[in-house]
């Protein structure tokens, strides 16, 4: 069984900044792919950015410059760093992961639980 941690949500004020972290932890063989999406109020949820191995990442063009994803491939661990947080970055913020487990088949698709990001004065 795998399990993603999620911390480090909360409520900041416009041009302000976050980190949001994300601990896997259970029997984990393999990590493929880390990311983050986000889902607001009447909205379809997102990516916001995605890292593969140590260095390959993307984003999202609404992101791009101001938030970082990073990976601590010993901690099992991806952090997304925002800053300039704007009031339309507000959204839950879930964590996501593909990841192969011993005895698995093949990979699969983890959650998080999300957290809860608020941007306003």
């Known amino acids: 069984q795998v399990q993603l941690v999620e911390s480090g949500g909360g409520l900041v004020q416009p041009g302000g900044s976050l980190t949001l972290s994300c601990a896997a932890s259970?029997?984990?063989?393999?990590?493929?792919?880390m990311g983050w999406y986000r889902q607001a109020p009447g909205k379809q949820r997102e990516l916001v950015a995605s890292i593969r191995g140590g260095a390959d990442t993307g984003y999202a063009d609404s992101v791009k410059g101001r938030f970082t994803i990073s990976r601590d491939n010993v901690k099992n661990t991806v952090y997304l760093q925002m800053n300039s947080l704007k009031p339309e970055d507000t959204a839950v913020y879930y964590c996501n992961a593909v990841i192969s487990t011993i005895g698995d088949s093949g990979p699969r698709n983890y959650w998080g639980q999300g957290t809860q990001v608020t941007v306003s004065s």
């Open positions: 259970g029997n984990i063989f393999g990590i493929y792919v």
